[in-house]
């Protein structure tokens, strides 16, 4: 099974609207992250932001917030007041463990900013 | 935020020469370094895990003498690409865990090598 499904090949979104990009995670562990990167097309990953299991609020870093559904198994990111800059492929990814080393990857969303 | 480093950031061979592709933490001292591999629109897909002082740990599927991974130092892996085919043209990314005090466990991201073999 797939530890990390995006099932958003594609997104839209006209400038300055809000922007959900949607992410499910499969994990038996406890204790895991999950994260957001976006990748422009300069191919740098840029951390967005990440949430833990254990953290009861979802997370926020400026217009970056995380839908954090535990029992779902879901991690959308939330984009509001969408940029032109924010045209990329965006990532979810998932630590396990509160150790581990290996990042699971989905397959990406490709996110255009109409203006 | 750590910052890592790669280098070439594009490299064009022939096929069957060798490529070596380094990543560099700048700031921190990484015992572990990851490198991915990614195609075309597609997703990142874990190759081996850098081990400094060691030998990597690669995936499944991953010919590990094809692939030569070095971790020289605290702050230096290098990825060779032996013998290298059109087929493993592609994106490489390396990247490294800050051990000082994040509790995000994140990982720092290099960025990447866009090797292209004729």
């Known amino acids: 099974a797939q530890k990390i499904t995006q099932t958003q090949p594609g997104m839209f979104v006209q400038e300055k609207e809000a922007v959900t990009l949607d992410c499910t995670y499969d994990?038996?562990?406890?204790?895991?992250?999950l994260f957001w990167y976006k990748q422009p097309s300069s191919g740098e990953m840029i951390f967005l932001i990440y949430q833990g299991s254990y953290d009861e609020q979802n997370a926020t870093e400026g217009r970056y917030s995380l839908n954090f559904q535990k029992a779902r198994k879901s991690a959308n990111l939330v984009i509001s007041a969408s940029q032109l800059g924010d045209s990329a492929m965006y990532f979810c990814?998932?630590?396990?463990?509160?150790?581990?080393?290996?990042?699971?990857f989905g397959t990406g969303t490709s996110l255009t900013v109409i203006p | 935020g750590a910052v890592v480093s790669q280098h070439p950031s594009r490299v064009i061979c022939k096929s069957g020469t060798s490529v070596k592709i380094e990543c560099r933490s700048l700031?921190?001292?990484?015992?572990?370094m990851f490198w991915y591999r990614q195609f075309p629109k597609q997703s990142l897909m874990l190759m081996a895990t850098?081990?400094?002082?060691?030998?990597?740990?690669?995936e499944q599927g991953v010919e590990k003498d094809k692939f030569l991974i070095n971790h020289a130092s605290l702050t230096l892996s290098t990825l060779t690409v032996t013998s290298a085919h059109p087929e493993d043209s592609s994106f490489y990314i390396c990247?490294?865990?800050?051990?000082?005090?994040?509790?995000?466990?994140?990982?720092?991201f290099g960025p990447g090598t866009r090797l292209t073999v004729l």
């Open positions: 850098s081990n400094e002082g060691s030998k990597a740990t690669y």
């Open positions: 994990t038996s562990d406890q204790s895991y992250g």
């Open positions: 700031d921190f001292q990484a015992t572990t």
């Open positions: 990247s490294a865990r800050d051990p000082r005090g994040s509790s995000y466990n994140e990982q720092f």
């Open positions: 990814a998932m630590r396990e463990g509160s150790l581990g080393n290996q990042f699971y």
